[in-house]
């Protein structure tokens, strides 16, 4: 039988969910009653929760703003339960990012999710409470060749008609701004200055998880291994988890949410999708693929000093200052013939050599000498298919909505995507963002939302 929430998200889009339908939903099965309510029961093992309104899977940035969201409209009336199958976060995209926050996007959707992520972070007290994100405030410098400048143009156009802050600047204003920049191969540049910088995203993880906590979300250590699916249903029911101390549960839901990143395709696999007929056959096209960053420092002459945007040249190379010393951190996507093996996340120090340090010490002298002081590498949760989050309902599972796939921008679209989960559960529709292109039917009627700002 078709749970009532299910119902809800099968016809969400056209009817949203009342508050009375959701009062009335939570007084009649509410799940973990209590005088104390919901946080009482936050200590207790997975085993205590059999059964709840929301399983997130998934506890990083994503997951936990879901969480956060949903808790924060919803209150005691809906039970969210995040599983997370390693509570250190080792190999989490969200701790492993550099925690960028920009507005230079093609699509529309980018640009508004990345709005509001660069509002949540510089405001993050009014959402989070006593949290320092330690946002540090700098444009990105976003660098065009000749072939290429009419799409930065165009880009920026569009950026600003959105209500971002940015400028395109020709080679010789480059060079007066930026003292230390080599133009000799670059047609146009484009400078933000609002809303772009960075910030800790440990920091807003933290953030998410301790409101979330505090609002009665249960963040619990389990690994999901498979789902419940009832016969020749449209409906997923339940987990199966794996607990930390090694035994298995089921834990029952009515909608389940699949935030886990780089193994979001794998888990969808579980639930046969992709290996299903009919709509089941469109596998959910996310997988891991490694990045690397690196720390370096330099003694050279006329270095970028503490006013340095966070700079991304032709090739996609980037770099920016890390911390108030002389640090500066770099990296760039390989292209796709020379992707990485993912079965660790051992740096290529190789890699720094042969494709990075060219181009570093091309636009700027200073770093022709400059000594590695650091790395580390980290998974993009890649979208196979266009390089783009995924968010929204399933095609086929009705009361499954599936948010991952964002490729290396996702931190800062974490406040909004979570945002939008939530509406869609509780309003039964978008209504901050519209994000209905960036759904799943997309990769099933093979309808790309390609972005062209991709590092
Ligand atoms: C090197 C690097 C630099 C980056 N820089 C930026 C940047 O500057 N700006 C930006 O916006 N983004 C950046 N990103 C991308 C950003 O980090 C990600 O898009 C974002 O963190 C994704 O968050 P997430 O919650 O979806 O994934 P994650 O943080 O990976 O969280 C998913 C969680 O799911 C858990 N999980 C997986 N499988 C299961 C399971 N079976 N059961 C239970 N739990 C499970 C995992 O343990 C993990 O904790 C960068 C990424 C990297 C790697």
Redesign the pocket.
Known sequence: MMSKWAHIISFGTRTGVSSEVLRSFSRNNRLFQSKEGLCSKRSMSIQSYRKCDVVV????????STAYWLKKRAKKDLSVIV????PT?K????????????QQFSLPENIQM?IF?AEFVQNSTKYLGDVDLCFRPHGYLVLASEKCAETLKENSKLQNELGARNELLSPSQLKQKFQWINTDDVALGCYGFEKEG?FD?WAL?AGFRSQAKELGAHFLH????DFGIPKSSDTLNSVK?LAKNNETCVVDFDICVL??????G??ARQANIGNGSGTLSTPLPVEPRK???YVFTTQGENAPGPGTPLTVDLDGTYFRRDGMGSNFIT?RSPNQHTEPAVNNLDVDHEFFETDIWPTLAKRCNAFESIKVCGS??????YNTFDENGIVGPHTFYKNLLI??G?????????PAVGRAISELILDGRFKSIDLSRLGFDRIASNRRMCESNIY
Do not use: K
Request: no cysteine; proline share 2%.
């Open positions: 899977i998934g506890g990083g940035a994503v997951g936990a599983l997370e199958r390693d976060y190999e989490a995209s969200t701790v492993l990012s550099v925690g960028g926050v920009r990345s992520g960075w995203p993880l389990g690994e999901v291994l988890v935030a886990a990143g780089a193994r979001s794998q888990i990045r690397f960053v990296g580390w590498a980290g998974y993009y949760e948010a991952t964002f490729s290396g921008h996702g931190i800062q679209q974490s």
